[in-house]
Nanobody, 112 residues
């Protein structure tokens, strides 16, 4: 079983930056793609970004392209999400995903 723990969320002003981390533990598999999703208040959970095991393929939702960067450190079983130029509409709980496993999320709040 895989456990995912997100961290790095917080309150930031519009235009600011945050770096989220997600550490995986337990029975992690070397060939997995990891991803970030988010759920804004009153909205469905939506895809943000994903990265393959090698890091060779990164996929982003259109609304974060050019602002967010996903990366991973396989030696640490950790995936990161660098978020720059944050907007109030980025306010959400951000979740890490590995196959069918989800973390509990980390709150990101962007003030205008």
């Amino acid at each position: 079983q895989v456990q995912l723990v997100e961290s790095g969320g917080g309150l930031v002003q519009a235009g600011g930056s945050l770096r989220l981390s997600c550490e995986a533990s337990g029975r992690t598999f070397s060939s997995n793609t990891m991803a970030w999703f988010r759920r804004a208040p009153g909205k469905e959970r939506e895809f943000v970004a994903s990265i393959t095991w090698s890091g060779g393929t990164k996929t982003y939702a259109d609304f974060v392209k050019g602002r967010f960067t996903i990366s991973r450190d396989n030696a640490k079983n950790t995936v990161y999400l660098q978020m720059n130029s944050l907007k109030p509409e980025d306010t959400a709980v951000y979740y890490c995903n590995l196959n069918s496993c989800w973390g509990r999320g980390t709150q990101v709040t962007v003030s205008s």
